[in-house]
């Protein structure tokens, strides 16, 4: 149980209509009263009023109060409107802070409510998912996650493997007594296995729709790379000359293509060199694309599709990465080319004909990252289901293989320790630490 009183401002920084400050901990109907000078408030009901500073009126404000266990944190709430503005903002900040009352670190209001059982550290995590939403793609994943369809999800995977282990707890302790059915008990075991999949199936497409779709733009030196990142920002942010070889590193910039958030990374040009820098900026090429979801391979319309374009292609084909080809410089007399089983885009970067590189890559992803069904958004609670679903499948292969119940339940137990991990229910410092430090202040 956390005593202490935390406060924040939780409104933007700036000028505005109305600024909203948030308090939560215990025993604050008193210090209400101070702040306000009234005796009667009720929680939940609206107030008008005034902020005191002995007997100063420092500014007309509105506020509600929330009796603990009943507020998002499950501890005392107040929550405090005033007018917009820092100066006055700030003002009626230092006189809450008076009263015993510390300034809330990022994302504390919701590491309580998850430390005091108000939600699980999924919800939180699609809270921050909301508020740090970048597009239309990104909210509709998030808002399917908030929902509590997910939740709902891993509370019953949870609640099938408790199922199981106490019916196995029992069988161990009474041998004599009872007998669980092995087949029964596998074919349950099947059906975690299934619905664990089922989720981690589906949140591949959730994490990009969150985070972006990580996008490298590749191809010979001079093929008009960092152009098309230009065409496409709509600004100048690379450098762009006649010289092959300009881009030595990797250029990163976000972009929003009709709602689809792109993570674009521009590369150096792919050769053969003895140049080492060149060659250390070729390497760190190859590695944007083996961690990259799509790949636009450019290529120079006004040259010969040579031996380095093909070993490019071989590259991203051994990789399996997926791909557009571009058809780069149209807009000058061009060689048109032709790829077995390849569509081909044509472009002009300079010119910034890029429409169907756009549809293309709109196209591709719209169906795919309009998530229906509630999924996962973030990478680190992927993993730690993956690391559930490697519990359950050694749990099933010692189920198959008849081995005792202890083998069973070890790996289950093993399982539920990575369940309460995304629950809530067992944590580490760490583990909220980094979580939470990513939220903003007031949340």
């Given at each position: 149980?956390?005593?202490?009183?935390?406060a924040?401002?939780?409104?933007?920084?700036?000028?505005?209509?109305?600024?909203?400050?948030?308090?939560?901990?215990?025993?604050?109907?008193?210090?209400?009263?101070?702040?306000?000078?009234?005796?009667?408030?009720?929680?939940?009901?609206?107030?008008?009023?005034?902020?005191?500073?002995?007997?100063?009126?420092?500014?007309?404000?509105?506020?509600?109060?929330?009796?603990?266990?009943n507020?998002?944190?499950?501890?005392?709430?107040?929550?405090i409107?005033?007018?917009?503005?820092?100066?006055?903002?700030?003002?009626?900040?230092?006189?809450?802070?008076?009263?015993?009352?510390?300034?809330?670190?990022?994302?504390?209001?919701?590491?309580?409510?998850?430390?005091?059982?108000?939600?699980?550290?999924?919800?939180?995590?699609?809270?921050?998912?909301?508020?740090?939403?970048?597009?239309?793609?990104?909210?509709?994943?998030?808002?399917?996650?908030?929902?509590?369809?997910?939740?709902?999800?891993?509370?019953?995977?949870?609640?099938?493997?408790?199922?199981?282990?106490?019916?196995?707890?029992?069988?161990?302790?009474?041998?004599?007594?009872?007998?669980?059915?092995?087949?029964?008990?596998?074919?349950?075991?099947?059906?975690?296995?299934?619905?664990?999949?089922?989720?981690?199936?589906?949140?591949e497409?959730?994490?990009?729709?969150?985070?972006?779709?990580?996008?490298?733009?590749?191809?010979?030196?001079?093929?008009?790379?960092?152009?098309?990142?230009?065409?496409?920002?709509?600004?100048?942010?690379?450098?762009?000359?006649?010289?092959?070889g300009?881009?030595?590193?990797?250029?990163?910039?976000?972009?929003?293509?009709?709602?689809i958030?792109?993570?674009?990374?521009?590369?150096?040009?792919?050769?053969?060199?003895?140049?080492?820098?060149?060659?250390?900026?070729?390497?760190?090429?190859?590695?944007?694309?083996?961690?990259?979801?799509?790949?636009?391979?450019?290529?120079?319309?006004?040259?010969?599709?040579?031996?380095?374009?093909?070993?490019?292609?071989?590259?991203?084909?051994?990789?399996?990465?997926?791909?557009?080809?571009?058809?780069?410089?149209?807009?000058?007399?061009?060689?048109?080319?032709?790829?077995?089983?390849?569509?081909?885009?044509?472009?002009?970067?300079?010119?910034?004909?890029?429409?169907?590189?756009?549809k293309?890559?709109?196209e591709?992803?719209?169906?795919?990252?309009?998530?229906?069904?509630?999924?996962?958004t973030?990478?680190?609670?992927?993993?730690?289901?993956?690391?559930?679903?490697?519990?359950v499948?050694?749990?099933?292969?010692?189920?198959?293989?008849?081995?005792?119940?202890?083998?069973?339940?070890?790996?289950?137990?093993?399982?539920?320790?990575?369940?309460?991990?995304?629950?809530?229910?067992?944590y580490?410092?760490?583990?909220l630490?980094?979580?939470?430090?990513?939220?903003?202040?007031?949340?």
């Open positions: 149980m956390i005593y202490d009183n935390i924040a401002i939780s409104s933007p920084r700036g000028i505005g209509a109305i600024s909203v400050i948030r308090i939560s901990g215990y025993n604050l109907l008193e210090i209400l009263k101070k702040l306000t000078k009234k005796e009667k408030i009720k929680p939940k009901y609206m107030y008008y009023g005034w902020i005191y500073e002995e007997q100063e009126k420092i500014d007309e404000i509105t506020f509600v109060y929330h009796e603990n266990p507020s998002y944190t499950g501890e005392d709430m107040i929550e409107f005033g007018h917009g503005g820092d100066l006055i903002t700030k003002s009626v900040f230092r006189r809450i802070l008076k009263e015993n009352i510390r300034e809330a670190l990022p994302g504390e209001f919701s590491k309580r409510a998850v430390l005091n059982k108000k939600m699980n550290l999924i919800k939180a995590q699609a809270i921050n998912d909301i508020i740090n939403s970048k597009t239309e793609y990104s909210l509709n994943a998030s808002q399917k996650m908030f929902t509590g369809g997910i939740s709902k999800k891993i509370i019953e995977i949870k609640e099938d493997i408790l199922n199981i282990s106490a019916r196995l707890e029992v069988e161990m302790d009474y041998p004599e007594d009872i007998e669980e059915d092995t087949f029964e008990i596998r074919k349950e075991i099947e059906n975690i296995k299934s619905k664990i999949e089922n989720i981690l199936k589906n949140s497409n959730g994490i990009i729709a969150f985070n972006g779709i990580k996008t490298t733009i590749v191809g010979k030196p001079n093929s008009g790379k960092s152009t098309l990142l230009n065409a496409l920002l709509r600004k100048e942010r690379a450098i762009v000359t006649d010289v092959p300009t881009t030595r590193d990797t250029i990163e910039e976000m972009l929003n293509i009709k709602g958030l792109i993570k674009l990374i521009d590369t150096a040009g792919i050769r053969n060199t003895e140049d080492q820098i060149e060659k250390i900026g070729i390497e760190r090429s190859k590695k944007a694309i083996e961690e990259s979801d799509l790949v636009i391979f450019i290529i120079d319309g006004n040259k010969k599709f040579d031996s380095e374009d093909t070993d490019i292609l071989q590259f991203l084909n051994e990789k399996k990465k997926e791909k557009i080809i571009a058809l780069n410089k149209i807009d000058k007399e061009y060689k048109d080319i032709k790829i077995e089983k390849e569509k081909i885009i044509k472009i002009s970067a300079k010119n910034k004909q890029i429409e169907d590189l756009e293309e890559i709109y591709r992803y719209s169906e795919k990252l309009y998530i229906k069904e509630p999924t996962l973030n990478e680190s609670h992927k993993n730690i289901l993956e690391k559930v679903l490697k519990d499948k050694s749990a099933l292969e010692a189920s198959k293989n008849n081995l005792t119940n202890d083998f069973i339940m070890y790996d289950l137990r093993n399982s539920l320790e990575n369940i309460y991990k995304l629950t809530g229910e067992n580490t410092d760490e583990l630490e980094k979580m939470f430090s990513n939220f903003c202040v007031g949340k």
